[in-house]
């Protein structure tokens, strides 16, 4: 069973999710519709009209004084109902159906804002650019019912039963002759209203028979008996279709066939039905069964546990959409199969998007892109000009219509996830002027935000992220600048004569370039030099460098020693008593001295030193004496470049270390205190030296190199102790490489062999950190745990500007230089950073790493700020004006670089970042062959992407057939979305699979060439009757044609098969004897194979007149004696038709289909299906609105 969609229980309006609505306040506003309000109107000309909703039609009324009915929208027709969040967007929309309307909208701000929340529009119709009928409410609170009731309501038509559908239709007929509003219906307008409803009057006394049948009085019939009329009329042809159910499968006969409730199919033989011939699995549940059963019989005594059908409910079944071809587990996107990458999917696409018609003298609309989005498209196209003050969007060098590209991303981002969640890929078709690519690539950021792809997801990565991974991104398709872009563009034009003399020249010329480059090298002009601050994400602090800028390039020395007293000033920054500064300073002082001393028995003399919290370069001295603590205040000064500490002018001390001891032997005179400084109390974070972090007591020599080669800096070391007793190595990271060295203790010294002698492991590291080890090396980074732990938490390695760095011999800097950074590689920030008010970052984008620098003189970072960004710009404007493609442009790419090469280079080198782009005459020839080799498309396909388009002759915006490409792998099939034509159908019959996502995953032979492709099949499909087919002006005679695409061979016939021709009747039409035989295709490649439904009648000249179509994909459909939804060129309510189906797999084995039903069976089903599955003739619809449908048969086996 397929069941109507339910309604969900948040209402949606415009893409924006409004609260939940309970059942009482879902009544209150339908109510409020049905009662009317009245609203200003923009129509020919702004009028206000009593807007009401027709619940028994199902439309949207406009209403004059006087109850007359101006104009009526079905709401099965609405496709959006769309609030502007400001009036500004209003008056545009508005604007553009001309000048007269703009003198309403002189309002004032007030007024403005008001407007900007009472002002909707509803969109409808089944044109590719939909109908609009904006309206103004006078209340925010009217605004907000409509809004809310309209969508309910929308929703609910969806999700409408089929005799639901079929009542709201019947009341619309009535509706159209009932001259009298008595909701009756004479026989005189009866007979005047079924040539409407597409078929002849009988003749003789059929109609007055027929009157009292169902009880009319005096030839009028109220709308039951009006319905019960229609039960006899469309039985009255079909009642011979039950004659099909005597034999085969499942068979059962009904008693008496003259009217529609003169017998009854009891439910365990509907049971025996749908599980035998239909092969529904659910049907072994009895429930679900009777809920399906009491959907079509209208006599509520009826409904119980055992119904019954009636001849006529039957019959309705079977033509319902309940009793669909469509499987509707292809209507569910499968969140296992989004985790491929991009490219495995068919990507739905769009080509010149913004067209509305023909590619010579259409308008150009936001509109189109709107339309497109919301069918499921996830690749649109842009055709980018220069503007006078801003980038515009038309089809180059014709009359087209020109559009704001503002205006389009603003639409794109409004609209691009309502549909689908998953990617959109914007196909950027450049010819704007650098200039203006930087304003396009600032709208783009300032609109998108972080819906943007600016940056991969896993730079690593060897393959394209995945639909899953990419939901609600927006990646932008467009050229990036590659360095070789400018030299290479020659060589990859056509090559002729005369661009090899062009290029010959120009090779001269930039011979000649080089020549000076070289001379002007010889002499190495300096464009900056000085001395900088460099950050060093191991030590985390800034280190002092002399620095150059020659040639684009930074070179940058050996950090420089740091100006340090040699009266040893500072070694008190290494004692276990100096605290440094503390947070609240005293305060903490004095609590951590009380904790310490209480439990020692309050010893006086303990201290603490720690740096001054109200005066720079002054320390204090905290001690406890007499269970309290004493501050004292210890002054420093300088004087011809010698410091010096003091308690008191009388006694100073070339150090702190000096004072200290001293107050340690001899009392403190101070302030009439005489104490000694005896014990101290160690500082919370100190070790002894002989467990300082870089020393590991239990570490393998395979551990050791690992642990150094975490860290990305020469100069790394640690030393651990070996197996042997009194021995440790040594282990320090040299040129990238760790280099292991032997320590021994002798006589309680420690000794490197035949080189140095140490009294401890701190002396000795304490040395090699100020000068060289071996001639090499500093130990610069000692290796704790601490700094590996945080190498885990971040990635430091993008920090490292001088690993692996090349220096030449030649750099200005000579044997001094330490790294060089190559600025042209580089991107350039400045920001407040490390503590510092102002940072210059440099990032190259190539392998991510960054320095970052400042000075001491905020002015000379300035400076050296516009020197590096001088040159960036300077190599921006050069590339910018050999290429044509602005650096801001360029950098948006990130996935979808176009290139552009002939179809023979395409498969010679490329990577998964690339797209390239091809007409599809360059993929096919006559006979649907390819111009290359299979193998060789589907191997690039399933690593990168590929967008075919139609060539320039299609000025029509006629539309190519897509399946060569499709069978090719290539992923961007770009087709007219304008133009409703059979390759069109046959695009939104595949894209309706998996939800209507926009993806679809190819088959695994496509993905993995090991695998091969599945067997061939057999369908054999015989088409059996109709219902209420399109009435264009005159009643029909139909005829069908089933067609199976794409031909794969040379005869025609062995695709596509037509029924007989029968005369006057698109009510009830049936095809059955002799002339209507079944017919059995071949299908090779079932992943790829449609079904496509025709319905047309001869006009004057017997030529085929399209009335009504479906396309269906083979692998999405039920095998099941069901109805088939046809998309029309009317706007009729119901329509269907049944047919029959019988797909077999060439080896007749027996296996599953898709849909998990055996095969091997023999089915009846309608094709009256309300899902995506195609556009009908003159119409672009992705909702069929069961306006016609056709019965078959099919067997699957």
């Known amino acids: 069973m397929i069941c109507a969609p339910k309604l969900e229980d948040t209402v949606m309006v415009a893409g924006s999710e409004r609260r939940e609505l309970i059942e009482d306040e879902r009544s209150r506003i339908i109510e409020h519709l049905q009662t009317g309000t009245e609203m200003m109107v923009y129509q020919q000309r702004p009028e206000r009209f009593t807007v009401q909703v027709l619940m028994e039609t199902m439309q949207v009324a406009l209403i004059r004084s006087r109850d007359r009915i101006v104009k009526v929208l079905d709401i099965f027709q609405l496709k959006e109902v769309r609030q502007w969040a400001t009036f500004k967007d209003f008056q545009q929309f508005n604007e553009s159906r001309g000048s007269k309307f703009r003198r309403i909208f002189c309002q004032s701000e007030k007024e403005v804002q008001r407007d900007s929340k009472t002002c909707f529009t509803i969109f409808y119709g089944s044109e590719f650019i939909l109908k609009s ?86 030839y009028v019939l109220d709308f039951q008996q009006f319905h019960k009329f229609y039960n006899l009329l469309i039985f009255e042809n079909q009642k011979v279709l039950l004659e099909e159910f005597e034999k085969g499968p499942a068979a059962f006969t009904m008693s008496n066939t003259d009217r529609p409730e003169s017998s009854v199919l009891p439910i365990s033989d509907f049971q025996n039905f749908l599980l035998s011939r239909q092969k529904e699995t659910w049907a072994e549940n009895l429930n679900k069964i009777q809920e399906l059963m009491t959907i079509f019989i209208d006599d509520t005594m009826r409904k119980t546990d055992y119904p019954k059908f009636t001849a006529g409910e039957f019959l309705c079944f079977l033509f319902s959409k309940e009793n669909s071809i469509w499987d509707e587990k292809f209507s569910e996107i499968c969140p296992l199969d989004m985790n491929n990458p991009l490219s495995h999917y068919w990507i739905n696409s769009s080509h010149n998007t913004y067209l509305t018609g023909d590619q010579v003298r259409s308008v150009s609309s936001t509109e189109a892109y709107v339309r497109c989005l919301r069918l499921g498209c996830r690749c649109v196209e842009l055709d980018c000009w220069d503007g006078p003050d801003e980038p515009v969007i038309f089809h180059g060098r014709t009359m087209t219509s020109k559009i704001k590209f503002k205006d389009v991303v603003k639409a794109i981002n409004d609209h691009a996830f309502i549909t689908s969640e998953y990617p959109v890929v914007l196909s950027i078709e450049e010819h704007c002027e650098p200039k203006q690519q930087k304003v396009m690539a600032q709208m783009l950021k300032d609109v998108f935000q972080d819906k943007l792809l600016t940056e991969p997801l896993d730079p690593e990565a060897e393959h ?123 305060i903490t002082a004095e609590k951590l001295l009380h904790d310490f001393c209480k439990g020692k028995d309050g010893k006086d ?4 030193v720690r740096e001054s919290d109200k005066f720079i370069r002054n320390y204090s001295i905290s001690l406890w004496t007499r269970r309290r603590v004493q501050h004292y205040r210890i002054f420093w000064s300088s004087e011809n470049g010698h410091s010096s500490f003091f308690l008191t002018s009388k006694q100073c001390f070339p150090s702190m270390c000096a004072l200290i001891e001293h107050y340690r032997q001899n009392l403190i005179e101070y302030d009439g205190f005489n104490l000694h400084l ?55 990271r040299v040129e990238g490489v760790v280099e292991h060295y032997l320590i021994c203790r002798y006589n309680s010294k420690y000794v490197l062999p035949d080189i140095y002698e140490f009294f401890s492991l701190e002396d ?74 102002l940072v210059v970052t440099l990032l190259n984008k190539e392998n991510l790493k960054l320095i970052e620098f400042t000075s001491e003189i905020l002015e000379q970072v300035e400076e050296w700020y516009k020197a590096v960004l001088n040159i960036i710009q300077s190599r921006i404007e050069k590339m910018e004006s050999k290429t044509k493609i602005a650096v801001e442009m360029s950098n948006m790419v990130v996935y979808c670089q176009s290139i552009k090469k002939t179809l023979k280079k395409t498969f010679e080198n490329y990577n998964y970042k690339e797209v390239r782009s091809f007409k599809d005459d360059e993929i096919t020839k006559k006979g649907n062959e390819t111009v290359v080799k299979p193998d060789c498309f589907l191997e690039y396909n399933c690593t990168a992407l590929s967008r075919v388009f139609p060539s320039g002759g299609r000025v029509d915006s006629s539309n190519f057939d897509p399946c060569p490409s499709w069978k090719l792998g290539c992923q961007m099939v770009a087709l007219n979305f304008q133009t409703a034509d059979k390759f069109m159908q046959l695009n939104n019959a595949l894209f309706s699979l998996n939800g209507g996502t926009g993806y679809v995953l190819k088959p695994e032979w496509m993905r993995d060439p090991t695998k ?83 319905v047309s009648e001869e006009d004057t000249f017997s030529d085929a007149k399209l009335l009504a179509q479906a396309t269906f994909p083979v692998r999405g459909i039920r095998s099941a004696l069901t109805p088939r939804g046809m998309d029309s060129t009317t706007p009729l309510k119901v329509c269907c038709g049944i047919w029959h189906q019988d797909v077999s797999s060439r080896s007749f084995k027996s296996c599953k289909l898709r849909g998990g039903a055996s095969m091997d069976r023999t089915c009846l089903f309608s094709t009256s299906h309300r899902c995506s599955i195609g556009l009908r003739s003159g119409e672009f619809g992705g909702q069929v609105n069961t306006s016609n449908s056709l019965l078959g048969s099919s067997n699957h086996s």
């Open 764 to 837: 000795m590291v304490s040395c090699f950190r100020e000068q060289l080890f071996n001639g090499k090396i500093k130990l610069r980074y000692p290796v704790t745990p601490q700094l590996l732990e945080r190498f885990c938490m971040e990635d430091l390695s993008t920090c490292d500007s001088e690993l692996y760095s090349e220096v030449p011999k030649d750099n200005p800097l000579g044997h001094q230089c330490k790294g060089v950074v190559d600025i042209l590689k580089c991107t350039v920030a400045r920001n407040a950073k490390h503590g510092r008010p």
């Open 464 to 586: 394209l992220p995945s639909p899953n991974q990419l939901k609600g991104k927006i990646i932008i398709k467009h050229q990036k600048i590659n360095e070789s872009d400018h030299t290479d563009k020659m060589e990859e034009e056509n090559g002729n004569r005369v661009a090899r003399s062009k290029l010959d020249s120009f090779r001269k010329i930039g011979n000649a370039c080089r020549e000076k480059i070289r001379k002007a090298k010889e002499n190495k002009v300096l464009e900056k030099e000085g001395e900088l601050c460099i950050w060093d994400p191991i030590d985390m602090r800034f280190y002092k460098h002399d620095c150059i800028i020659s040639d684009n390039k930074l070179y940058y020395s050996e950090e420089k020693e740091e100006d340090s007293p040699m009266d040893g000033s500072d070694l008190h920054l290494s004692e276990p008593w100096f605290h440094g500064r503390m947070a609240e300073g005293r």
């Open 1012 to 1094: 091969k492709k599945p067997s061939k099949q057999n369908i054999r499909i015989r088409v059996i009757a109709a219902r209420h087919l399109p009435n264009p002006d005159h009643i029909v005679s139909p005829f069908v044609k089933v067609e199976l695409l794409p031909y794969t061979g040379d005869e025609v016939d062995d695709y596509s098969f037509k029924t007989t021709l029968l005369n006057d009747n698109g009510l009830n039409p049936v095809w059955l004897g002799q002339g209507n035989q079944p017919k059995c295709f071949e299908v090779d490649e079932p992943d790829l194979a449609f079904l496509r439904f025709e």
């Open 678 to 732: 005896k014990s101290f109390l160690p500082r919370l974070n100190f070790v002894s030296h002989h467990q300082m972090g870089w020393f590991y007591s239990n570490l393998s020599q395979a551990k050791a190199e690992e642990y150094l080669l975490r860290i990305p800096r020469d100069g790394a070391f640690l030393i651990r102790q070996k197996e042997e007793p009194y021995t440790f190595a040594l282990s320090v």
């Open 605 to 608: 003399g303990t201290f603490l």
């Open 133 to 218: 009928l904006s309206l103004n409410a006078d209340s925010v609170d009217d605004a907000e019912k409509w809004l809310t009731g309209l969508e309910l309501l929308r929703q609910e038509t969806l999700a409408a039963h089929t005799p639901e559908i079929i009542e709201s239709w019947l009341w619309k007929q009535m509706y159209s002759v009932d001259k009298t509003k008595k909701n009756s219906i004479t026989l005189k307008e009866l007979k005047s209203l079924l040539p409407e409803m597409n078929i002849t009057v009988p003749g003789g006394r059929f109609l007055e028979e027929r009157f009292v049948e169902v009880g009319a009085k005096d």
